[in-house]
């Protein structure tokens, strides 16, 4: 194309230096809540020991309400909003960006918030394979009139690499295990207390125990297209999501505000700590001394 507009994250290749912008970027952290990205962004500000609290980091797509992105050195963290249409719309725009840049060698992680199934509320799982509603791997994209079948395979070493770096935090366990992604929150995940259901309680508890059975520790609604999209484009991804509840014991989300604003920052604490590791800035307070990192 003669041109590439980004239309839902307001940029465009004719607009915008791309590489100039986003170049350096060698971590991508994308979750739901434009909030809670921006909050990542300030986060990571302070850990990767920039100058300032961090507060004033702009908003690179303020043209559009759509989706929110923050750049803080080689770290890019950008919302997602909720479900499979909308991630999906925001990575064919984010993998293009990032192409259009020249980046190389970037790692791309999904964090957010998920229902655990059989583990204790407050748990970080890292995902290995997203599996769809009938505990498959594979996520199906309809194209024109043809059904897609793509693989939802993780790369198991970053996975891996993931884990060892949670070994450094005891507030809280971290495993590693399937993730189960769905196209709604409430039926589609087997939940009693929606505006609709069709199913009894015993139906709902067979079928999560099947699910557990099959491997899954965690449910959300974003895992299999974000695995699918970055796999066929080679880029290495992750999915590492904190669990607010055991589904085996209940659909409602009831603990107190405080304590889930404190489950949000588990995933980011493991991402911070991979991220200076992979930097070599783990267990150092001061960025400048390590700027040769941050600028090859």
Known sequence: MDEDILYHLDLGTKTHNLPAMFGDIKFVCVGGSANRMK??????????????????????????????????????????????????????????????????????????????????????????????????????????????????????????????????????????????????????????????????????LEYLKRAYNAGVRNIEMESTVFAAMCGLCGLKAAVVCVTLLNRLEGDQITIPHEVLLEYQQRPQQLISIFIKKRLGLHNQNNLLDNAFFLSN
Do not use: W
């Not at 509320?121 to 791997?137: C, H, N, Q, R, Y």
């Open 39 to 204: 909050a990542f962004a300030q986060f990571m500000h302070k850990e990767l020991g920039f100058e300032g609290d961090g507060k004033d980091v702009k908003d690179i797509c303020a043209g559009t309400d759509r989706y929110s992105m923050y750049k803080v050195g080689p770290v890019l963290s950008v919302s997602h909003g909720m479900g499979i249409p909308s991630i999906s719309i925001m990575l064919h725009e984010l993998i293009k960006l990032l192409h259009h840049a020249k980046c190389r060698g970037v790692t791309i992680i999904r964090i957010g918030t998920s229902g655990g199934l059989g583990i204790e509320p407050g748990s970080v799982v890292i995902t290995d394979t997203a599996l769809d509603s009938f505990f498959k791997p594979q996520f199906e994209q309809i194209i024109l009139d043809n059904v897609v079948v793509r693989s939802t395979e993780l790369d198991k070493d970053l996975a891996e690499e993931l884990l060892n770096c949670s070994k450094e935090i005891h507030d809280f366990p971290t495993m590693i295990g399937h993730t189960m992604c769905t196209y709604d929150f409430y039926e589609g995940q087997g939940r009693l207390d929606g505006a609709l259901c069709s199913f009894s309680s015993e139906k709902k």
